[in-house]
């Protein structure tokens, strides 16, 4: 089991930045992929960035490339998500997740969630 905590959510102008944070409980944090998905009112979730268990390798949607960086320091359990150059598209209930599969870009194959973190962007 595994359960997720994410931080660092808020109002902000727009091109600002804002840095996400995921706390996870366990000790085998190191065994998850991890990703970030956002969901804006009335519009599906959807995939922001994902990084492998290692954090060698790194995907993002084309929306946020080139902006977002996810990250990840397994010796605290966290994963990160630094957001740079904000835009009011990107407001949402941004969610971390944790896969023991091989991750992907789909909600459903995440197994465990957090309870959301709040971004709203003014422009």
């Known amino acids: 089991q595994v359960q997720l905590v994410e931080s660092g959510g808020g109002l902000v102008q727009a091109g600002g930045s804002l840095r996400l944070s995921c706390a996870a409980s366990g000790r085998t944090f190191s065994s998850y992929g991890m990703s970030w998905f956002r969901q804006a009112p009335v519009k599906d979730r959807e995939f922001v960035a994902a990084?492998?268990?290692?954090?060698?390798?790194?995907y993002y949607a084309d929306s946020v490339k080139g902006r977002f960086t996810i990250s990840r320091d397994n010796a605290k359990n966290t994963v990160y998500l630094q957001m740079n150059s904000l835009k009011p598209e990107d407001t949402a209930v941004y969610y971390c997740a944790a896969t023991s599969a091989l991750g992907g870009r789909t909600p459903k194959v995440y197994n465990y969630w957090g309870q959301g973190t709040q971004i709203t962007v003014s422009s």
């Open positions: 990084i492998t268990r290692s954090g060698g390798i790194t």
